[in-house]
């Protein structure tokens, strides 16, 4: 459909995360893929939800991203009863999706950091927050923010296609 409105005019932009044929288009036009940027999110048993918004906060602020960019928010399936989770979630403006420990530990990628003992001791794997943001910010995924920890909340930032 996009190729059809640009093809009407002398030239154009099309801004969109589907593919293109370029076969198909027939003036000059330039096309804008936005990438998808997923936070990943872990956390100690208990901790406040203040202290996870502002962990959010400070990491999107390091890699220069507005939180109204991130399209996704993440964290264990163990966390889907954790009020402080949640209620952050709700003050991000994000829904928080949940990973199975099971995919989080089957999930390989070249920009994990090294495997936390402590947190493979008490959920079976070995980290969650850059595992969770890679896993939801989708193909081509790359850390751009690896782990950061301050008062028991680690948080990662992934972007992808």
Known sequence: QATEVVNGFDAGVIITNEDIPHDKIKKPVTVLKPQT????????????????VELVSGALKQVNIP????????????????PSMLNAAKKIGLNLEFISIDRLGAFKHEDLSADSKVVKQKIGVGGVCEQAALIVAGKKAKLILKKMKAKGVTVA?????
Do not use: M, N, P, W
């Open 37 to 52: 940027i997923a936070v990943g999110i872990g956390s100690r048993k208990i901790v406040s939800e203040d202290d996870i």
């Open 67 to 82: 939180l109204e960019r991130v399209d996704h928010l993440a964290t264990v399936e163990i966390k889907k009863d954790s």
């Open 157 to 161: 930032v992934a972007q992808g296609e």
